[in-house]
């Protein structure tokens, strides 16, 4: 149930929006926390700070043809939202995937408004992307579909504007090519135009790390505040990419136990623990399928379908590949199998359905705007860093992420505290998130 000041931004989202389902669960999952807010702060209603903020600031859609190796011309759609700048330039990532279209954008920018305010950086929020799907793709496919994209994006971003970095699909490959493109098209080395840069042409150490290491920082800081640690606990991370990697990483490193991981096609359980080494072999060298990992470890076991990796019990579920992975039946069998922590890694995993069975249950939820922003909150070192033609040490920008994240749990924290709900990341979460950008919007004037 919606604030009756809320409920009409919403059925507004419905009208204006129609057909965009991830970007109506988004904006309903921020409006449903921000009720206490309304009931304090009429002046926020006044200027329609609600209505405003749920309407991106300006939607790029474009055309992206390329060429095949088949010297067939291919077309596909290209985005980027820039959703709100308030707090400084948009700043979001890009997925190339073929599920992405303008709702799944929207979902993702309107998100990242929060989460980028949630670390106290100087960062606005926005998203992009393309259906574009990189799956057996060559590097020179690759690399002319990431040239055309940039050939159009290149009008629309900038180290003031708008500075776009990785996602699904999106690594060091892809913005290889894209910042070529770009460097190609203006005739500047501007770095800070985009993020998840290369550490030889202006990326920053720990930005390929951050999200999973700031995802096990964030989640250390719940055990602690409970008196707990990841030391001999069983850990369930879903996804075998970026996210998903250096999660294990960080879990291995402060002595839990990951016993479980997935890519799409299926999930691997390994009870002496995943070997991190031959994971990263088949998904960072050779671009496999997860299902290899069986033909090169004794013990473990592969499952492809029938069930799904929330069936294995764990103690910490950690869910980091994608949207809506994480349904009610999962979140039933996690609890019935004594789970008491779930992280969200990836953006929106957890669906509604299961959410509010698990808001039931004894489980710690800890939302993704908060859990994963060491990601872009590294970002947003590396911009400083390139802002001053400076490059820290990895120790350095390590220390600096743990900071950040042990900074935005304190404020969901405190946020959950004010407001009369102890221990409900998600309220402060997303009422932390909302009102650094809302007094911004105000101080702003009508814009
Ligand atoms: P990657 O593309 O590197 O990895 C995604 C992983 O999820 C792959 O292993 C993929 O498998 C798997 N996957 C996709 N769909 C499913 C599914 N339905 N079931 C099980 N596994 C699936 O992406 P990232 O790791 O970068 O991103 C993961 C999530 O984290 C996304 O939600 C992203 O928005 C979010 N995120 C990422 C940040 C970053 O810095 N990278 C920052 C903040 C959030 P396959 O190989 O088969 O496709």
Redesign the pocket.
Known sequence: MLHEKLQPVFDDVLHRNPGESEFHQATYEVLESLGPVVAKRPDYVDAQILSRIVEPERQIIFRVPWVDDSSRVQINRGFRVQFNSALGPFKG?V?FHPSVYLGIVKF?GFEQIFKNSLTGLPIGGGKGGSDFDP?GRSDGEIMRFCQSFMTELSRHIGQYTDVPA????V?GRELGYMFGQWKRLTNNYESGVLTGKGLTWGGSQVRKE??GYGTVYFLDEVLKARGESFEGKKVVV???????IYAIEKVNQLGGTVIAA????GYVVDEDGIDLELLKDI?EVRRSRISEYVDRRAGASYASNGTTIWSVPCDIAVP????N?LGEDDAVTLIRNGCTLIGE???M?VTQAALRVLAESEITFAP?KAV?AG??ATSALEMQQNASRDSWTFEHTDARLNEIMRGIHSRCAETAEEYGRPGDYVTGANIAGFNRVADAMLALGVI
């Open positions: 990532g997925r993702l799956k990785g996602d699904v699909g690594g951050a999200t879903s996804g075998s990419g970026n996210v998903a997935s890519d799409s096609a998904k980091c590949a994608t949207q992975e890694g990836a953006n995993p993704g994963n990601g872009v």
